[in-house]
């Protein structure tokens, strides 16, 4: 079936079985890496992407429920030609990243976080956020996301 | 995959710089001083060996290329799973080569093209084991290049100047690049001298991960990611069942599934090839499969089996006569046991390899701990010369001791050999739970005699569990000789203190799956049992736990002053002598994993019946500290690995299967996450491992602080506060 989506800001369309996950999609269908296999049943939250502005699990999410809407990945979280989005330029300050892979999904997860919590006690992060990380990168995640909510402020003034 | 290719190499081969390789197992002789001897000999021989790399070429031509903008790409012959051994590689290549690090970049080495270190990447010992050697190099290739300038300019090569990847003298300058592209005759120098550490301008300072923006840009740096145009996707049939083979199959339903290509029934495996992944994972579900389950398994199987006094016994400690003054002491014997369960690697990327065959040049490419040895095999399963099979390390999402195995790439290629396109093999979550190997379960008997004054003058530890490595590293004539893997099972497992007599005795045994290497070995299970014992006989004999510790681990020689020097600092970080806190309870343990002294003090309280980390106080000694950053990611990481392990981990027998997705194997969360504080000690003038010694002390540091806490001595693992024995 044919499906019609807007990814990253561009309109794109996609022939697949309509209830093949939109993580399949976006990886394999549209070339964009940054979302992360990690378990397919919506228990890790390593594929994490926007959907019109709502954090889902990928791996769970058949793709013809995001059909006419906006989908932001990883890859299209910073827009092109301004500064970092203020997560991904935490996540550079605290140098957060081991292993690396499960990151996308948390910092997709903490972009529409601190948009809810502007200014997140350690309390919020750690109720609200429930991704796996294996390397243990949790302490750096949690000061990271605190300074992205900083970040964000600043870029509002 | 990134991919660097845009220079052509610049040096001709040449051969220099050799370095004897590390090799077990059939050269290891039996002599007339007799089993039990030898057995002990070398347990404690290879227990406080420098483990070396076996690279077989140290030519700079392998290991460096300069690129046109005059960088200099670095090939890596380890690989980089997440411990950050790339950026240790670039500071010190840095050093040598006399470039900014900015001017680095590092890459894995593919089998065909770079250094392949056929000993793999594990061990913690990437950085100990090349911290000479990528130095060595660097310089070779720096003095290389300045022998290439004066030659060029007709001066002493002593009056050339090196700074920033430009080379000058009396006025003339040329940068790296344009030298290397136009020189035809390179100048084989002696072996160089190197900087000493107090010229070093990285080392010892704080860097970030070289390979930081690339992982927080989402690039596709992973094996998953790796994709080829016309590429199809494939999923194995695993067994869900332990022991579990293939009865009956009826593929007519998985054939039928939309986008499936074939169902390719081989001798060794059954395959479902897709155009997509979706479409795979839909025929496997489609897929009726009978499995023959020779016993439907349940942990106490494993319990029973992995048992003290079962199996075939090896001591690997003995001094003094620990087990006859416990014979002869009677009722002042102080006992106890303990057990560890079976346990996941649950790295985040599954297990997989994207496979391209060719007659004349395979393609693999693979997140793995030992290419060498998987590209090996991968030739021999498809027909081909290893030289003919060029296996590509991808970065790996996790390792862990995971990635210490062939996996599917056998599979893959043999698969893409039968469609005659690359094909993409990846296990789903499910089959990574129940198709691994697995750290297993360990049973502890610690017995000690405590005299009339209150000190303890005999301590002896009987461990069981099965073979983890040695048979695969030693093969069937080292299992032999060795009697039991005191290599990675009884890794830990020897009793550190000055305890005038002192035993350890390995039980070896089968269990029915494999058993392979996880993060620190035998570290986490024996420090569990050993310093949680430990912490038990210093409250039976009314003695501080961490002034024990330093009490029983003085002496003259390094390694004492180093343990000092730790327990010391951590005494004072913590402010152990501070008055007690309420509702906090605390506790200490410490380890030494092939060198690297690592120890903690704990904090924990008790939330809602739940047994919550507060507070970590970690002190490492690995020695030289090439990036402190580097250092404290690892020991967080551990912290973390190790209370997820501490807590939560335990993988369940259950009628023949394993648990097989993260809700029934629990890891830690965001909320589980403690206040930390690091304190990094250089007690020695070279590097150690950093990777898995930090976790030796947190499952009995934790263990200690519920008993300081609630009188509670939990003796198994995962600790629950409802199982409290005694």
Same mark, same amino acid.
């Given at each position: 079936?044919?499906?019609?989506?807007?990814?990253?800001?561009?309109?794109?369309?996609? !022939?697949?079985? @309509?209830?093949?996950?939109?993580?399949? %999609?976006?990886? !394999?269908?549209?070339?964009?890496?940054?979302?992360?296999?990690?378990?397919?049943?919506?228990?890790?939250?390593?594929?994490?992407?926007?959907?019109?502005?709502? %954090?889902?699990?990928?791996?769970?999410?058949? %793709?013809?429920?995001?059909?006419?809407?906006?989908?932001?990945?990883?890859?299209?979280?910073?827009?092109?030609?301004?500064?970092?989005?203020?997560?991904?330029?935490?996540?550079?300050?605290?140098?957060? @990243?081991?292993?690396?892979?499960?990151?996308?999904?948390?910092?997709?997860?903490?972009?529409?976080?601190?948009?809810?919590? @502007?200014? @997140?006690?350690?309390?919020?992060?750690?109720?609200?956020?429930?991704?796996?990380?294996?390397?243990?990168?949790?302490?750096?995640?949690?000061?990271?996301?605190?300074?992205?909510?900083?970040?964000?402020?600043?870029?509002?003034? | 995959?990134?991919?660097?290719?845009?220079?052509?190499?610049?040096?001709?081969?040449?051969?220099?710089? #050799?370095? $004897?390789?590390?090799?077990?197992?059939?050269?290891?002789?039996?002599?007339?001083?007799?089993?039990?001897?030898?057995?002990?000999?070398?347990?404690?021989?290879?227990?406080?060996?420098?483990?070396?790399?076996?690279?077989?070429?140290?030519?700079?031509?392998?290991?460096?290329?300069?690129?046109?903008?005059?960088?200099?790409?670095?090939?890596?012959?380890?690989?980089?799973?997440?411990?950050?051994?790339? #950026?240790?590689?670039?500071?010190?290549?840095?050093?040598?080569?006399?470039?900014? *690090?900015?001017?680095?970049?590092?890459?894995?080495?593919?089998?065909?093209? =770079?250094?392949?270190?056929?000993?793999?990447?594990?061990?913690?010992?990437?950085?100990?084991?090349?911290?000479?050697?990528?130095?060595?190099?660097?310089?070779?290739?720096?003095?290389?290049?300045?022998?290439?300038?004066?030659?060029?300019?007709?001066?002493?090569?002593?009056?050339?100047?090196?700074?920033?990847?430009?080379?000058?003298?009396? =006025?003339?300058?040329?940068?790296?690049?344009?030298?290397?592209?136009?020189?035809?005759?390179?100048?084989?120098?002696?072996?160089?001298?190197?900087?000493?550490?107090?010229?070093?301008?990285?080392?010892?300072?704080?860097?970030?991960?070289?390979?930081?923006?690339?992982?927080?840009?989402?690039?596709?740096?992973?094996?998953?990611?790796?994709?080829?145009?016309?590429?199809?996707?494939?999923?194995?049939?695993?067994?869900?069942?332990?022991?579990?083979?293939?009865?009956?199959?009826?593929?007519?339903?998985?054939?039928?599934?939309?986008?499936?290509?074939?169902? *390719?029934?081989?001798?060794?495996?059954?395959?479902?090839?897709?155009?997509?992944?979706?479409?795979?994972?839909? $025929?496997?579900?489609?897929?009726?499969?009978?499995?023959?389950?020779? /016993?439907?398994?349940?942990?106490?199987?494993?319990?029973?089996?992995?048992?003290?006094?079962?199996?075939?016994?090896?001591?690997?400690?003995?001094? $003094?006569?620990?087990?006859?003054?416990?014979?002869?002491?009677?009722?002042?014997?102080?006992?106890?046991?303990?057990?560890?369960?079976?346990?996941?690697?649950?790295?985040?990327?599954?297990?997989?390899?994207?496979?391209?065959?060719?007659?004349?040049?395979?393609?693999?490419?693979?997140?793995?701990?030992?290419?060498?040895?998987?590209?090996?095999?991968?030739?021999?399963?498809?027909?081909?010369?290893?030289?003919?099979?060029?296996?590509?390390?991808?970065?790996?999402?996790?390792?862990? =001791?995971?990635?210490?195995?062939?996996?599917?790439?056998?599979?893959?290629?043999?698969?893409?050999?039968?469609?005659?396109?690359?094909?993409?093999?990846?296990?789903?979550?499910?089959?990574?739970?129940?198709?691994?190997?697995?750290?297993?379960?360990?049973?502890?008997?610690?017995?000690?005699?405590?005299?009339?004054?209150?000190?303890?003058?005999?301590?002896?530890?009987?461990?069981?569990?099965?073979?983890?490595?040695?048979?695969?590293?030693? =093969?069937?004539?080292? +299992?032999?000789?060795?009697?039991?893997?005191?290599?990675?099972?009884?890794?830990?497992?020897?009793? +550190?203190?000055?305890?005038?007599?002192?035993?350890?005795?390995?039980?070896?045994?089968?269990?029915?799956?494999?058993?392979?290497?996880?993060?620190?070995?035998?570290?986490?299970?024996?420090?569990?049992?050993?310093?949680?014992?430990?912490?038990?006989?210093?409250?039976?004999?009314?003695?501080?736990?961490?002034?024990?510790?330093?009490?029983?681990?003085?002496?003259?020689?390094?390694?004492?002053?180093?343990?000092? /020097?730790?327990?010391?600092?951590?005494?004072?970080?913590?402010?152990?002598?501070?008055?007690?806190?309420?509702?906090?309870?605390?506790?200490?343990?410490?380890?030494?994993?092939?060198?690297?002294?690592?120890?903690?003090?704990?904090?924990?309280?008790?939330?809602?019946?739940?047994?919550?980390?507060?507070?970590? #106080?970690?002190?490492?000694?690995?020695?030289?500290?090439?990036?402190?950053?580097?250092?404290?990611?690892?020991?967080?990481?551990?912290?973390?690995?190790?209370?997820?392990?501490?807590?939560?981990?335990?993988?369940?027998?259950?009628?023949?299967? +394993?648990?097989?997705?993260?809700?029934?194997?629990?890891?830690?969360?965001?909320?589980?996450?403690?206040?930390?504080?690091?304190?990094?000690?250089?007690?020695?003038?070279?590097?150690?491992?950093?990777?898995?010694?930090?976790?030796?002390?947190?499952?009995?540091?934790?263990?200690?602080?519920?008993?300081? +806490?609630?009188?509670?001595?939990?003796?198994?693992?995962?600790?629950?506060?409802?199982?409290?024995?005694?």
């Amino acid at each position: 079936m044919k499906i019609d989506l807007n990814v990253n800001g561009k309109a794109v369309s996609v !022939d697949v079985d @309509p209830q093949m996950p939109l993580l399949w %999609v976006v990886r !394999d269908e549209l070339q964009l890496k940054g979302t992360k296999y990690g378990c397919g049943r919506a228990m890790c939250g390593a594929c994490s992407l926007h959907v019109n502005g709502q %954090v889902y699990r990928s791996c769970s999410f058949p %793709v013809q429920n995001a059909a006419g809407k906006n989908i932001t990945t990883l890859e299209g979280l910073s827009q092109p030609d301004a500064p970092l989005h203020p997560v991904q330029q935490a996540w550079i300050d605290e140098c957060v @990243p081991q292993c690396g892979y499960c990151q996308p999904g948390f910092m997709m997860a903490a972009a529409q976080f601190i948009q809810e919590f @502007p200014e @997140p006690s350690d309390d919020d992060i750690k109720s609200h956020i429930t991704n796996i990380c294996r390397c243990g990168t949790q302490p750096r995640i949690i000061k990271a996301i605190k300074k992205a909510a900083l970040l964000q402020q600043q870029q509002k003034k | 995959m990134t991919k660097d290719k845009t220079t052509k190499k610049a040096f001709s081969r040449r051969k220099f710089l #050799t370095r $004897g390789a590390v090799v077990l197992g059939s050269t290891v002789v039996a002599t007339y001083f007799g089993m039990p001897f030898i057995r002990r000999y070398l347990a404690q021989t290879v227990e406080n060996m420098d483990i070396g790399s076996m690279i077989t070429s140290y030519d700079p031509d392998f290991w460096f290329e300069i690129l046109d903008d005059n960088t200099i790409l670095i090939r890596s012959p380890k690989v980089e799973m997440g411990q950050g051994i790339f #950026t240790g590689f670039a500071m010190l290549a840095a050093e040598e080569l006399e470039v900014p *690090l900015s001017q680095i970049k590092v890459t894995h080495a593919n089998t065909a093209n =770079g250094p392949v270190d056929s000993l793999s990447t594990g061990g913690s010992n990437s950085t100990s084991s090349l911290y000479e050697p990528i130095r060595e190099v660097a310089a070779s290739l720096r003095e290389m290049l300045k022998a290439a300038a004066a030659q060029r300019w007709q001066v002493n090569v002593a009056s050339i100047k090196v700074k920033d990847g430009v080379l000058s003298a009396g =006025g003339k300058s040329i940068t790296y690049a344009e030298l290397a592209k136009t020189t035809k005759e390179w100048t084989k120098p002696k072996k160089p001298t190197l900087k000493p550490r107090s010229e070093f301008k990285y080392v010892g300072k704080d860097v970030p991960r070289i390979d930081l923006v690339d992982k927080v840009m989402g690039k596709p740096l992973y094996a998953i990611d790796h994709h080829y145009p016309d590429m199809l996707y494939a999923v194995l049939v695993q067994s869900p069942y332990i022991g579990g083979t293939l009865k009956k199959v009826n593929t007519k339903a998985a054939a039928a599934t939309p986008g499936v290509v074939k169902i *390719l029934e081989e001798k060794t495996f059954t395959a479902i090839v897709a155009k997509t992944r979706y479409a795979a994972e839909m $025929g496997l579900a489609a897929l009726e499969a009978e499995w023959e389950v020779p /016993k439907k398994w349940q942990k106490a199987d494993f319990e029973a089996t992995v048992t003290v006094g079962k199996g075939k016994a090896v001591n690997i400690q003995n001094v $003094g006569n620990a087990n006859s003054e416990i014979k002869t002491a009677g009722n002042k014997v102080f006992k106890q046991a303990y057990r560890t369960p079976l346990g996941a690697h649950a790295q985040m990327e599954p297990n997989g390899t994207v496979a391209s065959y060719k007659d004349d040049k395979t393609e693999i490419v693979i997140g793995t701990q030992m290419p060498g040895m998987v590209r090996d095999r991968v030739a021999k399963a498809i027909g081909q010369k290893s030289k003919e099979v060029a296996l590509e390390p991808a970065f790996a999402g996790g390792g862990f =001791g995971r990635r210490m195995d062939v996996n599917n790439a056998n599979e893959a290629a043999l698969i893409s050999k039968a469609v005659g396109k690359p094909v993409h093999v990846f296990n789903t979550r499910e089959q990574e739970f129940q198709n691994s190997h697995y750290r297993p379960n360990t049973h502890h008997v610690l017995q000690a005699v405590i005299n009339e004054k209150g000190d303890v003058t005999a301590i002896t530890h009987d461990q069981a569990t099965p073979d983890m490595v040695l048979e695969s590293v030693a =093969g069937d004539v080292g +299992l032999a000789i060795f009697g039991a893997d005191f290599l990675s099972a009884g890794h830990g497992a020897s009793i +550190l203190y000055n305890v005038e007599n002192r035993s350890t005795t390995l039980w070896q045994m089968k269990l029915p799956l494999k058993i392979g290497i996880w993060r620190s070995v035998g570290m986490f299970p024996n420090t569990f049992a050993v310093e949680s014992f430990i912490n038990e006989l210093a409250h039976e004999t009314k003695k501080d736990p961490l002034k024990m510790r330093l009490a029983l681990l003085d002496g003259p020689e390094e390694i004492n002053q180093r343990y000092q /020097k730790v327990l010391k600092t951590l005494m004072k970080k913590s402010a152990w002598d501070a008055p007690k806190q309420p509702g906090i309870g605390r506790g200490v343990a410490i380890g030494n994993d092939r060198k690297s002294i690592a120890a903690a003090v704990i904090d924990v309280a008790i939330v809602d019946d739940a047994i919550v980390v507060k507070k970590v #106080t970690h002190v490492i000694d690995a020695g030289v500290c090439i990036n402190p950053n580097g250092i404290r990611m690892q020991v967080e990481g551990s912290i973390m690995m190790g209370i997820s392990a501490t807590l939560y981990e335990e993988l369940s027998v259950e009628d023949g299967q +394993l648990a097989n997705n993260f809700l029934a194997y629990r890891l830690v969360t965001l909320a589980d996450a403690p206040e930390i504080d690091i304190t990094i000690v250089e007690g020695a003038d070279i590097p150690y491992g950093v990777g898995e010694p930090p976790l030796a002390p947190i499952a009995p540091a934790i263990a200690a602080a519920v008993f300081d +806490l609630t009188g509670k001595r939990l003796r198994s693992l995962p600790l629950q506060l409802d199982a409290a024995e005694s």
